[in-house]
């Protein structure tokens, strides 16, 4: 039996980008997370954001530095510099699944403001040549249901891409 694989950081990289921002305790952190636009999208349990920053921790890309005394020994949370590369390259890196603009592209947006406005432009483009991609086109030999589901699925690519097209548009 092989050891299982570790999944990919994906929506542990919006954690990094609330850091980049300032350091901040883990409750501080939740509740900014919950307070801000993106909190509207992006709905986690102070238990999975434990274990998040834990992950986070373990891969070297937050510091949990030393008790911070005045804060009744919590731990104050702090981006390294690999934790800072793997945020800005997170936030340019277009999105492998359609399932995944729903979540993770949005928070890239929200982040991506904080940046130039051609890395966001250019996010966007990426975004289309991908999208793109995701077409998968009719099979005869497939079963009727088989064909409802994949223009379906489809239907929900071409309104990505016109999606995509009117905010590249907007830029």
């Not at 349990?45 to 911070?68: C, F, P, V």
């Not at 982040?111 to 289309?128: H, K, V």
């Not at 071409?158 to 009117?166: E, S, V």
């Amino acid at each position: 039996m092989s050891p299982r694989q570790k999944e990919p950081l994906t929506y542990e990289h919006a954690l990094l980008g609330f850091l980049a921002k300032t350091p901040m305790h883990a409750y501080a952190l939740h509740h900014t997370i919950m307070q801000s636009p993106l909190g509207t999208v992006w709905r986690v349990k102070q238990s999975a954001l434990y274990a998040m920053l834990t992950r986070l921790a373990s891969e070297g890309l937050i510091d949990a530095g030393a008790e911070d005394v005045t804060a009744r020994g919590k731990r104050l949370l702090s981006l390294t510099s690999a934790g800072r590369t793997a945020f800005a390259t997170w936030c340019v890196t277009p999105v492998p699944q359609p399932r995944d603009m729903r979540m993770e592209f949005l928070a890239k947006l929200f982040f991506l403001e904080q940046f130039p406005a051609p890395m966001r432009q250019q996010l966007i483009q990426m975004q289309q040549q991908r999208a793109q991609q995701w077409q998968e086109p009719l099979d005869p030999h497939m079963s009727a249901y088989a064909q409802t589901v994949r223009q379906f699925r489809n239907g929900q690519i071409t309104a990505i891409q016109t999606w995509l097209t009117t905010l590249d548009a907007e830029m």
